[in-house]
């Protein structure tokens, strides 16, 4: 079955560490997104790749790196310098043309740093 | 600019009475709009989608939603609410992959 993959589910980490969110698809969409949720605060964009090997900055990306060197694979880092990185990630992708083209989510890491 | 606001944050139902969440967005230009459904520590899933096609939408799992330009409104009905049906429910507007702005959410809880 086609769809979004993400792991681990639940990752703990000590402050001042990097971590790395995987995020693989394999639906053939070019377009990948990684969101943040927190509790009432809905979906905010952090980043997104239309193509790979380029990618943009979202609403919220200080704190955050990404690279697509695959078209399947869309890696998030959570380096040092974000401030408050606990939280439910969320990566998606699209067929990334058009307004009218739903996303098609993964499952989410919840990621907690003490 | 788009914006979209969930006018409840939390619903209450009894199983097998009907559910509406309330959804009003703004949006510069004709957008589409989407509601997704979410059950704990799961990632989001489209429930239906409004293109500019019909206005009435059905979606999956009974559920359905009425775009009314008028009103810039797109709520979400189930006429008859079931316990699988407990989960937090999202309105989107898209104007384009890069401009989508989800809702803060509404947690629906079904009682027996």
């Known amino acids: 079955d086609g769809g979004i993959t993400q792991s681990p589910k639940y990752l703990f980490r000590k402050e001042g560490q990097n971590v790395t969110l995987s995020c693989e698809q394999n639906?053939?969409?070019?377009?990948m997104y990684w969101y943040r949720q927190d509790p009432g605060q809905g979906l905010r964009l952090i980043y997104y790749?239309?193509?790979?090997?380029?990618?943009q900055k979202g609403d919220i990306a200080e704190g955050y790196s990404v690279s697509r060197e695959k078209k399947e694979s869309f890696p998030l880092t959570v380096t040092s310098a974000q401030k408050n990185p606990t939280a439910f990630y969320l990566c998606?992708?699209?067929?990334?043309?058009?307004?009218?083209?739903?996303?098609?989510f993964g499952n989410g890491t919840r990621l907690t740093v003490t | 600019a788009q914006s979209v606001t969930q006018l409840d944050s939390h619903v209450s139902v009894s199983e097998g009475t009907p559910v509406l969440l309330r959804c009003n967005y703004s949006?510069?230009?004709?957008?589409?709009l989407f509601w997704y459904v979410q059950h704990p520590n799961k990632g989001l899933q489209l429930l239906l989608k409004y293109t500019s096609a019909a206005t009435l939408v059905k979606g999956i799992n009974g559920f359905e939603a009425e775009f009314k330009k008028s009103e810039t409104s797109f709520h979400l009905t189930k006429p008859s609410a079931h316990m699988s049906d407990a989960a937090e429910y999202f309105c989107v507007v898209s104007l384009g992959p890069r401009k989508l702005s989800f809702g803060a959410g509404t947690t629906v809880t079904v009682r027996a």
């Open positions: 790749s239309q193509i790979v090997n380029d990618f």
């Open positions: 639906l053939n969409h070019d377009a």
């Open positions: 998606a992708s699209g067929t990334g043309s058009g307004h009218n083209s739903p996303l098609h």
């Open positions: 949006s510069s230009y004709s957008p589409s």
